[in-house]
C-alpha cells in the first residue's frame, strides 16, 4: 500500500474475463482537504452577581450567545467521484451552529450554633440552532 500524507491509495491487480490478462489499477479509499482550518467561535456573555443579608445568600445569573463559524462537515459530492461511503469524504470548513441560553444559581449558607450548613439549586436552559449546513445533507 502507498501511504499519501493525506489519503490512501491501493495498488489493486485483476484478471479481467476478456483476454484473461492480469491489469493493475489504484483505488482510493478516502478524499483529502488540506485546506481546512480552526472553527471560529464568537461568544457574548452578560453576567450579575449578587450578595446579601450579610454574606448568605449568593444570586448569580449569566447570558450568552455563542456562534461557530466554519464549522467542520462533509459536504454532498457527486457520486463520479468514485467515493461512495459518505465516511471516506473529507471535512471541510462550511457550517454555522449558534447557541444560546441562560443560568441562575442561588446559594443559602448560615450557621446554627456550631454547625455549618448549605443550600444550592442550579437552573440553566440553552438552545443549539444549526443556521447554515453548507450545502449538506441533514445526518441520518
Request: hydrophobic share 35%.
Amino acid at each position: 500500500m502507498i501511504t499519501i500524507p493525506t489519503s490512501q491509495i491501493e495498488r489493486v491487480e485483476k484478471t479481467y474475463p476478456i483476454g484473461n490478462k492480469e491489469n493493475v489499477g489504484f483505488k482510493q479509499y478516502s478524499l483529502a482537504n488540506e485546506n481546512i482550518k480552526w472553527e471560529t467561535i464568537r461568544m457574548f456573555n452578560i453576567g450579575v452577581d449578587l450578595v446579601v443579608l450579610n454574606n448568605r445568600l449568593d444570586l448569580t445569573f449569566d447570558w450568552f450567545k455563542k456562534t461557530n463559524r466554519n464549522a467542520l462537515l462533509k459536504p454532498v459530492y457527486p457520486s463520479v467521484i468514485g467515493i461512495t461511503s459518505t465516511s471516506n469524504l473529507p471535512f471541510e470548513n462550511v457550517g454555522s451552529i449558534e447557541n444560546e441560553g441562560w443560568e441562575l444559581s442561588l446559594n443559602w449558607r448560615d450557621k446554627i450554633g456550631r454547625v455549618n450548613y448549605g443550600f444550592t439549586s442550579n437552573l440553566s436552559d440553552a438552545k443549539n440552532k444549526i443556521t447554515d449546513l453548507g450545502g449538506t445533507a441533514l445526518p441520518l
